[in-house]
Protein backbone atom coordinates (compact mmCIF):
# COMPACT_ATOMS: atom_id res chain seq x y z
CA UNK A 1 0.00 0.00 0.00
CA UNK A 2 0.87 3.77 -0.13
CA UNK A 3 0.05 5.64 3.13
CA UNK A 4 2.30 8.26 3.70
CA UNK A 5 4.44 10.34 0.97
CA UNK A 6 6.70 13.35 1.28
CA UNK A 7 6.47 16.04 -1.60
CA UNK A 8 9.11 19.24 -1.87
CA UNK A 9 8.23 20.42 -5.42
CA UNK A 10 7.63 24.12 -5.39
CA UNK A 11 3.88 24.78 -7.09
CA UNK A 12 5.32 26.30 -10.18
CA UNK A 13 7.90 23.65 -11.12
CA UNK A 14 4.61 21.29 -10.93
CA UNK A 15 2.50 22.58 -13.33
CA UNK A 16 5.65 23.04 -15.56
CA UNK A 17 6.17 19.61 -14.99
CA UNK A 18 2.75 18.71 -15.80
CA UNK A 19 1.98 21.50 -18.49
CA UNK A 20 -1.22 22.34 -15.82
CA UNK A 21 -3.03 25.31 -14.56
CA UNK A 22 -2.50 25.24 -10.55
CA UNK A 23 -4.73 26.34 -8.32
CA UNK A 24 -4.85 28.63 -5.87
CA UNK A 25 -5.38 26.64 -2.62
CA UNK A 26 -2.53 24.01 -3.30
CA UNK A 27 -1.34 22.68 -0.45
CA UNK A 28 2.05 24.03 1.34
CA UNK A 29 4.89 22.68 0.31
CA UNK A 30 7.74 21.43 1.17
CA UNK A 31 5.70 18.78 3.17
CA UNK A 32 7.79 15.54 4.45
CA UNK A 33 5.17 13.65 5.72
CA UNK A 34 2.13 13.92 4.00
CA UNK A 35 -0.71 11.62 5.74
CA UNK A 36 -3.73 10.10 4.84
CA UNK A 37 -7.12 12.79 5.15
CA UNK A 38 -4.92 16.06 4.55
CA UNK A 39 -4.67 17.83 0.78
CA UNK A 40 -2.30 16.83 -1.64
CA UNK A 41 -1.51 17.82 -5.40
CA UNK A 42 -2.90 16.28 -7.83
CA UNK A 43 -2.95 16.47 -11.74
CA UNK A 44 -6.48 15.98 -14.07
CA UNK A 45 -7.57 17.14 -17.71
CA UNK A 46 -10.65 17.59 -18.93
CA UNK A 47 -11.63 20.22 -22.50
CA UNK A 48 -8.58 19.97 -23.35
CA UNK A 49 -6.47 21.94 -19.96
CA UNK A 50 -5.06 20.12 -17.01
CA UNK A 51 -5.36 21.55 -13.27
CA UNK A 52 -2.91 21.12 -10.53
CA UNK A 53 -5.36 21.24 -7.66
CA UNK A 54 -5.65 20.14 -3.99
CA UNK A 55 -7.31 16.97 -3.26
CA UNK A 56 -8.10 15.24 0.52
CA UNK A 57 -6.25 11.88 0.45
CA UNK A 58 -8.71 9.47 1.16
CA UNK A 59 -11.76 8.66 -1.66
CA UNK A 60 -15.31 8.97 -0.65
CA UNK A 61 -17.81 7.18 -2.62
CA UNK A 62 -21.63 9.31 -2.74
CA UNK A 63 -23.08 6.80 -0.21
CA UNK A 64 -20.39 7.71 2.97
CA UNK A 65 -23.29 10.09 5.40
CA UNK A 66 -19.74 11.24 6.51
CA UNK A 67 -15.98 11.90 5.71
CA UNK A 68 -15.63 9.09 8.68
CA UNK A 69 -18.88 7.23 6.96
CA UNK A 70 -16.58 3.85 6.15
CA UNK A 71 -13.06 2.23 5.54
CA UNK A 72 -10.68 5.27 5.04
CA UNK A 73 -9.70 4.36 0.88
CA UNK A 74 -6.45 6.14 0.44
CA UNK A 75 -5.40 3.20 -2.16
CA UNK A 76 -7.44 1.35 -4.58
CA UNK A 77 -6.28 -2.18 -6.09
CA UNK A 78 -5.16 -1.92 -9.59
CA UNK A 79 -6.64 -6.17 -9.53
CA UNK A 80 -10.08 -5.03 -8.26
CA UNK A 81 -10.48 -1.25 -8.98
CA UNK A 82 -12.80 -1.99 -12.17
CA UNK A 83 -15.27 -3.44 -10.16
CA UNK A 84 -15.28 -2.54 -6.83
CA UNK A 85 -18.12 -0.56 -6.53
CA UNK A 86 -16.68 2.24 -4.73
CA UNK A 87 -13.97 2.74 -7.82
CA UNK A 88 -15.10 1.26 -10.69
CA UNK A 89 -16.88 4.63 -12.36
CA UNK A 90 -13.91 6.79 -11.12
CA UNK A 91 -11.65 4.16 -12.78
CA UNK A 92 -13.54 5.37 -16.34
CA UNK A 93 -14.01 8.68 -15.72
CA UNK A 94 -12.31 10.21 -13.15
CA UNK A 95 -8.50 9.60 -13.18
CA UNK A 96 -6.02 11.86 -11.70
CA UNK A 97 -1.84 11.95 -11.15
CA UNK A 98 -0.55 12.43 -7.74
CA UNK A 99 2.09 14.22 -7.37
CA UNK A 100 5.18 13.08 -4.91
CA UNK A 101 8.72 13.08 -4.34
CA UNK A 102 8.74 9.72 -2.53
CA UNK A 103 6.70 7.68 -0.39
CA UNK A 104 7.29 5.60 2.85
CA UNK A 105 6.92 1.96 3.42
CA UNK A 106 7.75 -0.04 6.51
CA UNK A 107 9.47 -3.43 7.82
CA UNK A 108 8.89 -4.91 10.90
CA UNK A 109 11.77 -6.93 12.89
CA UNK A 110 10.43 -10.29 14.08
CA UNK A 111 10.12 -8.49 18.12
CA UNK A 112 7.37 -5.96 16.20
CA UNK A 113 9.42 -2.85 15.30
CA UNK A 114 8.49 -0.55 12.51
CA UNK A 115 11.47 0.50 10.31
CA UNK A 116 10.31 3.21 7.86
CA UNK A 117 12.01 3.17 4.18
CA UNK A 118 12.16 6.35 1.95
CA UNK A 119 11.36 5.48 -1.39
CA UNK A 120 12.11 7.60 -4.86
CA UNK A 121 12.39 7.14 -8.57
CA UNK A 122 16.14 5.77 -9.39
CA UNK A 123 16.56 8.94 -11.72
CA UNK A 124 15.73 11.20 -9.08
CA UNK A 125 12.28 13.09 -10.79
CA UNK A 126 9.10 13.60 -9.33
CA UNK A 127 6.60 10.17 -8.84
CA UNK A 128 3.34 10.90 -10.76
CA UNK A 129 1.17 7.90 -9.23
CA UNK A 130 -2.16 6.96 -11.01
CA UNK A 131 -4.91 8.03 -9.25
CA UNK A 132 -8.82 8.49 -9.25
CA UNK A 133 -10.71 10.98 -7.73
CA UNK A 134 -14.47 11.63 -6.50
CA UNK A 135 -16.77 14.88 -5.54
CA UNK A 136 -18.72 14.01 -2.76
CA UNK A 137 -21.16 16.64 -0.58
CA UNK A 138 -23.48 15.75 2.13
CA UNK A 139 -24.95 18.54 4.63
CA UNK A 140 -22.89 21.37 3.50
CA UNK A 141 -19.48 20.06 3.40
CA UNK A 142 -18.05 18.67 0.64
CA UNK A 143 -14.34 17.52 -0.80
CA UNK A 144 -13.00 16.10 -3.75
CA UNK A 145 -11.20 13.11 -2.63
CA UNK A 146 -9.00 10.90 -4.20
CA UNK A 147 -7.25 7.75 -3.95
CA UNK A 148 -3.65 6.09 -5.02
CA UNK A 149 -3.84 3.19 -7.44
CA UNK A 150 -1.50 0.14 -5.99
CA UNK A 151 -0.19 -3.15 -7.62
CA UNK A 152 1.63 -5.82 -6.45
CA UNK A 153 5.47 -4.75 -5.78
CA UNK A 154 8.09 -6.01 -8.47
CA UNK A 155 10.73 -7.77 -7.49
CA UNK A 156 13.33 -5.05 -6.01
CA UNK A 157 10.36 -3.24 -3.97
CA UNK A 158 9.02 -6.66 -2.72
CA UNK A 159 12.28 -6.79 -0.52
CA UNK A 160 10.61 -4.37 1.68
CA UNK A 161 6.82 -4.61 0.47
CA UNK A 162 4.41 -6.46 -1.46
CA UNK A 163 2.76 -3.73 -2.88
CA UNK A 164 3.39 -0.37 -4.53
CA UNK A 165 1.78 2.32 -6.00
CA UNK A 166 1.35 2.18 -9.85
CA UNK A 167 3.93 4.71 -10.74
CA UNK A 168 3.50 6.70 -14.07
CA UNK A 169 5.90 8.07 -16.63
CA UNK A 170 5.50 11.18 -18.41
CA UNK A 171 5.32 9.23 -21.51
CA UNK A 172 2.14 7.47 -20.12
CA UNK A 173 0.48 10.75 -18.45
CA UNK A 174 -2.05 11.51 -21.98
CA UNK A 175 -3.44 8.21 -21.55
CA UNK A 176 -4.19 7.55 -18.03
CA UNK A 177 -5.61 11.41 -17.93
CA UNK A 178 -8.63 10.23 -20.66
CA UNK A 179 -6.35 12.78 -23.21
CA UNK A 180 -5.21 9.61 -25.52
CA UNK A 181 -8.09 7.42 -25.70
CA UNK A 182 -8.68 4.25 -24.15
CA UNK A 183 -6.90 1.42 -22.68
CA UNK A 184 -5.34 3.42 -19.44
CA UNK A 185 -5.68 -0.05 -17.79
CA UNK A 186 -2.53 -1.44 -19.05
CA UNK A 187 -1.34 1.03 -17.15
CA UNK A 188 -1.66 -0.69 -14.25
CA UNK A 189 1.52 -2.45 -13.32
CA UNK A 190 4.60 -2.30 -11.27
CA UNK A 191 6.97 -0.32 -12.38
CA UNK A 192 10.35 -1.85 -13.89
CA UNK A 193 12.95 -3.39 -12.00
CA UNK A 194 15.08 -0.73 -11.15
CA UNK A 195 12.99 2.53 -11.77
CA UNK A 196 12.67 2.90 -7.87
CA UNK A 197 15.65 3.29 -5.31
CA UNK A 198 15.36 3.28 -1.47
CA UNK A 199 16.68 4.04 2.00
CA UNK A 200 16.25 3.57 5.67
CA UNK A 201 15.00 6.81 7.59
CA UNK A 202 14.83 7.18 11.07
CA UNK A 203 11.97 6.22 12.82
CA UNK A 204 10.85 9.79 13.67
CA UNK A 205 8.69 9.28 10.85
CA UNK A 206 6.51 6.84 12.47
CA UNK A 207 4.84 9.79 14.07
CA UNK A 208 2.42 11.62 11.70
CA UNK A 209 2.95 14.88 13.37
CA UNK A 210 6.73 14.84 12.34
CA UNK A 211 7.84 17.24 10.16
CA UNK A 212 11.05 18.64 8.13
CA UNK A 213 13.78 17.36 6.16
CA UNK A 214 15.55 14.99 8.20
CA UNK A 215 12.67 12.31 7.89
CA UNK A 216 13.69 11.51 4.32
CA UNK A 217 17.61 11.51 5.25
CA UNK A 218 19.30 8.05 4.99
CA UNK A 219 20.07 6.48 8.13
CA UNK A 220 23.31 6.35 9.67
CA UNK A 221 24.45 3.41 11.26
CA UNK A 222 21.39 2.84 14.22
CA UNK A 223 20.93 6.35 14.78
CA UNK A 224 17.30 5.28 15.17
Given at each position: ?9 P????A ?8 N ?5 P?Y???P ?10 E?E ?7 W ?16 I????E?I ?5 F?A ?13 F??W????D ?14 PM ?17 S ?9 A ?9 P ?21 L??A ?5 V????V???V????A???E??E ?7
Amino acid sequence: MCGRMAITLPHDAMAQMFEATPANDLPHVPNYNVCPTVQIHTVTSAEGERRLRPMRWGFLPHWYKTTSGGPLLINARAETIAEKPAFRAAARERRCLIVATGFYEWTVTPDKVRLPWYITRADGTPMAFAGVWQEWERDGEAHTSCAVVTTGANAQMSQIHHRMPVILDPADWPLWLGEAGKGAATLMQAAPEGAVRFHRVSRAVNSNRASGPELIEPLIDDED
